[in-house]
């Protein structure tokens, strides 16, 4: 049975929309909730960053570079642009941005989950929204990452609060894990 699209559903909270994929729609128009296939939950986010590159000149060279690496077939690539990218490089802040976008919506889970953490590095706006999301997706390796970047102010520990209830016993862990070393 092949899969012709998504139907998404917009959710309207605070601010924010978010858009939630429903199901799917079959080829022979029926829908199929449980296709088995991940779910994405940072596939329809922008990123808005401002870099503040700390004085630092852009390598041009590094710079391509970096983009020809996230842009790699291969995911060990991707990830080794994001695992540095995490560092402080001196690449072209508006790069930073076109790189961590890719990345996020990326179809490998381990590439999203880096992705993740280096956001969580960077100078960008929309972080929190970012982690929120993370927390939502289907891959325990993105939920994992999230909760290992959340911040300790109000909004994180809000996060890490809703955690608590995920459906794998590593998330629950590590988030009981951090809220009480919060605590002391």
Known sequence: MRILRKIPTLFTI??????????????????NKNAGTAFNSLESIQI???INDDGMESNLELTAKMINMINSS???????ALSQLAGKIPIEPSSVQKILQIAIQDTDP?????????LAQQKCADVPLILE???????LSVRLMAVDSFG???????????????????VRELAAMK?????K
């Open 14 to 31: 605070s601010s924010f929309v978010f858009i939630v994929p429903l199901g799917s729609v079959t080829a022979d128009g029926t829908d």
């Open 48 to 50: 808005n960053c401002i």
């Open 74 to 80: 291969k995911p060990e690539e991707r990830l080794s």
């Open 110 to 118: 381990n590439v999203r989950a880096q992705a993740v953490y280096a």
């Open 133 to 139: 999301q993370a927390l939502q997706d289907s891959e």
């Open 152 to 170: 300790t102010d109000k909004f994180g520990i809000s996060l890490l609060e809703q955690a608590l209830n995920d459906e794998e016993q590593s």
């Open 179 to 183: 809220l009480e070393a919060l605590s």
